[in-house]
């Protein structure tokens, strides 16, 4: 059993606020207060603000110097009725009486008190001064029905879930207990008055008689306040600045001069034939020219900004020309695309983006090779881009074809008509399929259907020769020859 309870038949004798856990933060008292218009000031210093004056007339630095406690004898609820001061700052804000602690607890839970970020289930009753019950969940209350469900409230505890008294009193009871609490006005409904509670006043004092039923010991970490994210962000700031002026950044010059550097390096390799060496060299030289967006929106001046696109575009082109060698075209295509974005009609750039497109026709030929499903609309739109950036990159070196220019013509040339003879293929065998697939059982069911109708036919007219009547060419039913016509005159010579 926790240490703050004491059974009903023993003296009530108040604990220390400074052992009450959890710790309270000093209430709020009036949110709505006006700078210019509310005068108050401390009895002691005279000092005047927002939520500083304590209802005593002190503020919070008066009443630590003063040492100021809340009076037992001032209060009929502590000398007569056996109540005690919870509040941690011992101002007399919340009083508890134990009406009912359980001697016989029936597991290790009932011996703590529930902490911040628990959920709680409680049963209560909320009276005033006069008696009058404005908020309940009980159906019961001393043999009298006063209109509760009998459904205990649910809650996080400690999260401005209820007024502040409430949470208060709560987190000073076990599973089981029964406790009374008289919860004053600025630790209750000071100023904002619910509207489903029409029967509380502003300033009025309420008595809470509640049940703590259970409460899960696993907590919820709480969001922080308005408060503590304007000091992180303003500690996060000084770190920055602090970062700063330890390592003061390095000027544009001299990063845009060591990605150039880097880029020599990873040229040297690409000569001898280490192009994943020489893509990491010149991945570095972005990581040396990195500017975050805030600082290049509102930081870098035009010249600078132009100087970092200068070297961003060679890098590109370069990394480019290493992703060509190691035929990884999805990647290259995005190099050549930022290189002529950063730098437009770039020669090298148009030339090196044809070979890439002829990369990509290439890998859509190859499956025709392998039997594989290929898109010939996607591999003739290839060629065509290939063709454009080759035909600006001859028309940009003055209508010149050099020697790479003259290997990819060759190679595109090649590539097209294989494309087409493929395309012919293509198409012969999509008329086949159509005709043996498609036409072939249309014709299949047609052959057969008329058969049928035939058959149908035959049967048909026999069905009517069969009803026809048996002619008789020996005479009548009843025996008699049938009359014969005359025979034709003879004619004579």
């Avoid at 086949?432 to 049928?452: F, P, S």
Wanted: with cysteine; glycine share 6%; charged share 35%.
């Amino acid at each position: 059993m926790s240490d703050h309870f004491i059974p009903p038949e023993t003296k009530f004798v108040a604990p220390d606020p400074e052992e009450v856990n959890p710790k309270y933060s000093r209430p709020k008292l009036n949110p709505n207060f006006d700078e210019d218009k509310d005068r108050r000031v401390c009895k002691g210093c005279s000092g005047w603000g927002k939520q500083l004056i304590w209802p005593d007339g002190h503020c919070a630095h008066c009443r630590r110097n003063l040492k100021l406690k809340f009076d037992p004898a001032s209060s009929p609820f502590t000398s007569s009725q056996g109540y005690f001061d919870i509040t941690p700052s011992g101002d007399g804000g919340v009083l508890k009486l134990p009406i009912h602690v359980p001697s016989d607890p029936q597991s290790d839970i009932r011996l703590i008190n529930p902490v911040e970020g628990c959920m709680v289930d409680v049963q209560y009753v909320g009276k005033l001064l006069n008696g009058e019950i404005f908020d309940t969940t009980r159906d019961l209350y001393k043999g009298v029905c006063i209109g509760g469900t009998d459904d205990p409230k649910s809650f996080m505890l400690l999260r401005q879930k209820v007024v502040q008294g409430f949470d208060m009193a709560v987190a000073t009871m076990v599973v089981g207990e029964i406790s009374s609490f008289v919860v004053r006005a600025d630790y209750g409904y000071n100023s904002a008055l619910p509207e489903s509670l029409p029967k509380v006043g502003v300033g009025d004092t309420l008595i809470y008689e509640i049940e703590l039923v259970e409460f899960n010991p696993q907590t919820t970490p709480r969001f922080p306040t308005q408060e503590e994210l304007a000091i992180s962000k303003k500690e996060r700031q000084e770190e920055a600045e602090e970062e700063l002026r330890q390592n003061p950044p390095i000027p544009y010059p001299d990063r845009c001069k060591a990605a150039l550097e880097e880029k020599e390096k990873g040229n040297k390799l690409f000569q001898e034939g280490d192009y994943e060496g020489a893509k990491k060299c010149y991945d570095s030289g972005f990581v040396n020219i990195f500017i975050h967006r805030d600082e290049w929106a509102h930081l870098v001046s035009k010249e600078d900004k132009k100087m970092f696109n200068d070297v961003k575009g060679v890098l590109h082109l370069n990394r480019c020309m290493c992703r060509v060698k190691m035929e990884k075209w999805d990647d290259a295509i995005w190099d050549a695309d930022r290189s002529i974005e950063f730098k437009p009609r770039n020669q090298k750039a148009h030339y090196r983006r044809c070979l890439i497109y002829t990369g990509f026709l290439t890998r859509e030929l190859d499956k025709e090779a392998k039997g594989s499903f290929w898109d010939v609309e996607k591999a003739k739109k290839f060629a065509k881009k290939a063709r454009e950036d080759l035909d600006l990159a001859v028309e940009l070196n003055g209508g010149e074809q050099d020697a790479g220019m003259k290997r990819a013509e060759r190679d595109l040339q090649s590539k097209s008509k294989l494309l087409k003879k493929y395309e012919g293929n293509y198409k012969k065998g999509q008329k086949k399929l159509y005709a043996e697939k498609m036409m072939g059982t249309l014709n299949e069911k047609y052959e057969k259907l008329k058969v049928k109708e035939a058959v149908k036919k035959k049967n048909k007219e026999k069905d009517e020769l069969d009803d026809m009547p048996e002619l008789d060419d020996d005479g009548d039913e009843d025996g008699s020859a049938m009359p014969q016509p005359p025979p034709p005159p003879q004619q004579t010579a």
